[in-house]
């Protein structure tokens, strides 16, 4: 399968700080990538939708300035929590798709777990 | 009515035995479904994808979809204790033109040895 990295894979900040992190298609290019979310026990819960070189576009309930997404190029799409608080504290999950043929298949990151104290 | 349908469970099979996971969508337009196992802690990993009516099979893993019964499963025979986890089925309206998943919520399966 494709892969893809997110660094870092654990980070812990104070309040009020932000938060940089980053999702890397490998060994393939992604126009499209994804930023899920995930409390413990809970269902993915899509944040945005990054397209390489536009705006992302946000789910719902999902504030934009506080979650800013930045899809610079074909391999590199990033999710900076800004300001973050403790509420903010989750398993944050990228996804890359990946086109082969005719068909675009999901692929995701390991994930980057954040705690806010 | 939720777009994707999954019975939480947990689903209890003994070791070696053949597990059956259900899957129902509401979007009769949907055209690709993706099977997804995802470990406690971890993120999702890709098992299957599907695309036409019918059976398709990889090693232990079969999906059959179902269209006019809107209808999706995953069949893992032989199943051993590391399948325990929680495996999420995904659809998407579309195979291609930057479309987002839509995830049921998943059925924890617990296979005992």
């Known amino acids: 399968g494709a892969v893809v990295s997110q660094h870092p894979s654990r980070v812990i900040c104070k309040s009020g700080t932000s938060v940089k992190i980053e999702c890397r298609s490998l060994?393939?290019?992604?126009?499209?990538m994804f930023w899920y979310r995930q409390f413990p026990k809970q269902s993915l819960m899509l944040m945005a939708t990054?397209?390489?070189?536009?705006?992302?576009?946000?789910e719902q309930g999902v504030e934009k300035d506080k979650f800013l997404i930045n899809h610079a190029s074909l391999t590199l799409s990033t999710l900076t929590v800004t300001s973050a608080h403790p509420e903010d504290s989750s398993f944050y999950i990228c996804?890359?798709?990946?086109?082969?043929?005719?068909?675009?298949?999901?692929?995701f990151g390991p994930g980057t777990r954040l705690l806010v104290l | 009515q939720k777009e994707v349908e999954q019975n939480s469970g947990p689903l209890s099979v003994p070791e070696g035995a053949i597990a059956s996971l259900n899957c129902t969508y509401s979007?009769?337009?949907?055209?690709?479904f993706f099977w997804y196992r995802q470990y406690s802690g971890k993120s999702p990993e890709l098992i299957m994808s599907?695309?036409?009516?019918g059976d398709k099979e990889d090693g232990r893993f079969t999906a059959q979809l179902n269209k006019a019964s809107q209808y999706v499963s995953l069949l893992i025979r032989d199943s051993q204790p590391s399948d325990s986890a929680t495996y999420l089925c995904?659809?998407?309206?579309?195979?291609?033109?930057?479309?987002?998943?839509?995830f049921g919520t998943g059925t924890r399966l617990l296979v005992s040895p």
């Open positions: 996804s890359a798709d990946r086109l082969a043929g005719i068909k675009e298949t999901q692929y």
């Open positions: 060994d393939f290019q992604a126009t499209t």
């Open positions: 990054s397209n390489e070189g536009s705006k992302a576009t946000y």
């Open positions: 979007d009769r337009g949907s055209q690709s």
């Open positions: 599907i695309y036409s009516n």
């Open positions: 995904a659809v998407k309206r579309g195979d291609t033109g930057f479309q987002k998943l839509v």
